[in-house]
Structures are given as structure tokens and as C-alpha cells.
């Protein structure tokens, strides 16, 4: 079973609008962090926003904002005001375990490609 | 901010030979690092768990041996591609965990790898 799961491969928002990108999860660790990265063209990965699995609270970074849904597994990405800057791939992305050494390593979704049109 | 550095940004090899891919940490310390594969189009899958001083943890499915990592001091690992074929032509991306502080990954640009 795929452990984070993207199910919009493309997703098309008009500029100064919000937008939803989904992510599902699946861990049966108890301890882990979902993590949503942009990625240009050029292939750089940028990191956008964290959520820890004890957060209480959503995590918000400016115009990013992470809806954390805990019992429903989906840690969805909102971004307010898209910009044309804002066209990229976005992956949300999955650590388990409370981290150390190997277990900081990350499972990433297949991504959807936001295209933000004028 | 934390700083990764990939060289080269981009490679073009023949059939046959090796390439070094380095990943360096510019402004701290990565006891750890990763190093990830990406085809056009997909996700990045990770390849390997790079840690200073000690052999690299692989992912199932990856030959240590085409893909020989070092991890030989705190700010650097080096990944080889030995023996080079047009299907390890990919995108190799490497990340570092900053070893001082509660930090996550933090990605490198990239490496364009071209195998002909």
C-alpha cells in the first residue's frame, strides 16, 4: 500500500485564488511529520511546511497553510492568493518515527502539478 | 538558511564509465544524508541513507554496488555511479539533516545525470 497517496496529478487555479492540493497517509507508527515541498522547473526541492502528528494546532507558513485532518489521515496543503510564481510540482511527503539517523528519511507522494493561470 | 550543494548540476557520461556525484553541506554539519532518484515527471524515491564514518544504508531494490556512496567527512558524501547505462540516466537529487539542532532535510539543487 502506498504510504502517501496525491490523487490530483494536475490542478489548475486562477491567480489570486485558493487552492486545495490533497494528500492521504498511511502509518501505523504513532510518531511521525508530514512535509509538503514545491519543486520548479529548474528541480529544486523547497521546503513549504510542517506538520508534526502531536501538533495540536494546523501549521501555517504565510500563504501556506497545512489542514490537518488526523483520524482521516489527510494532511492537505491550502495555498491563499496563488500567484504565477506558485506554478510548480508540490509533493507531500511523510517521515515515521520520531527521527534519528535513517529514520529521517522521507516517502513522497507521486505529486501534483499546479498550474496557476493569469 | 541551511545550504546544500550538488556538483556537478548537471553530467553527461558514456556507456561504461563512472561518475561522481558530491553533495555538501556549506554551513553545518550533516551526519546524515540522503540521496534520492527522480525520473522525468515522478516522484523522488530515495536511494540510500548516507551516515559519516559508516557504511551507507540502501533502499531494496538499489545495487550497492552500481551506486557506491561515501560519506567520508561531516559536510561531504559522494555518490558513484559505476559503470554507467543509459537507464541510470536521471535526476539525482541529495538532502542533509543538519546534525546540531532539531532540523529536518534540507535538499541540494540536484544532479542532471545524461548517460549516452
Known amino acids: 500500500a502506498q504510504k502517501i497517496t496525491q490523487t490530483q496529478p494536475g490542478m489548475f487555479v486562477q491567480e489570486k485564488e485558493a487552492v486545495t492540493l490533497d494528500c492521504t497517509y498511511d502509518?501505523?507508527?504513532?510518531?511521525?511529520?508530514l512535509f509538503w515541498y514545491k519543486q520548479p522547473s529548474s528541480g529544486e526541492m523547497i521546503f513549504l511546511i510542517y506538520?508534526?502528528?502531536?501538533?495540536?494546532q494546523n501549521a501555517t507558513e504565510g500563504r501556506y497553510s497545512l489542514n490537518f485532518q488526523k483520524a482521516r489521515k489527510s494532511a492537505n496543503l491550502v495555498i491563499s492568493a496563488s500567484q504565477l510564481g506558485d506554478s510548480a510540482m508540490y509533493f507531500c511527503?511523510?517521515?515515521?518515527?520520531?527521527?534519528?539517523?535513517?529514520?529521517?528519511?522521507?516517502?513522497f507522494g507521486k505529486g501534483t502539478l499546479l498550474t496557476v493561470n493569469p | 538558511g541551511a545550504v546544500v550543494s550538488q556538483h556537478p548540476s548537471w553530467v553527461i557520461c558514456k556507456s561504461g564509465t563512472s561518475v561522481k556525484i558530491e553533495c555538501r553541506s556549506l554551513?553545518?554539519?550533516?551526519?546524515?544524508m540522503f540521496w534520492y532518484r527522480q525520473f522525468p515527471k515522478k516522484s523522488l524515491m530515495l536511494m540510500a541513507t548516507?551516515?559519516?564514518?559508516?557504511?551507507?544504508?540502501?533502499e531494496q531494490g538499489v545495487e550497492k554496488d552500481k551506486f557506491l556512496i561515501n560519506h567520508a567527512s561531516l559536510t561531504l558524501s559522494t555518490l558513484t555511479v559505476t559503470s554507467a547505462h543509459p537507464e541510470d540516466s536521471s535526476f539525482y537529487i541529495c538532502?542533509?539533516?543538519?546534525?546540531?539542532?532539531?532540523?529536518?532535510?534540507?535538499f541540494g539543487p540536484g544532479t542532471r545525470l545524461t548517460v549516452t
Open positions: 548516507s551516515n559519516e564514518g559508516s557504511k551507507a544504508t540502501y
Open positions: 554551513d553545518f554539519q550533516a551526519t546524515t
Open positions: 538532502s542533509a539533516r543538519d546534525s546540531s539542532v532539531w532540523a529536518e532535510q534540507y
Open positions: 502509518t501505523s507508527d504513532p510518531s511521525y511529520g
Open positions: 511527503a511523510m517521515r515515521e518515527g520520531r527521527g534519528g539517523g535513517s529514520n529521517y528519511k522521507l516517502t
Open positions: 506538520q508534526g502528528s502531536y501538533d495540536q
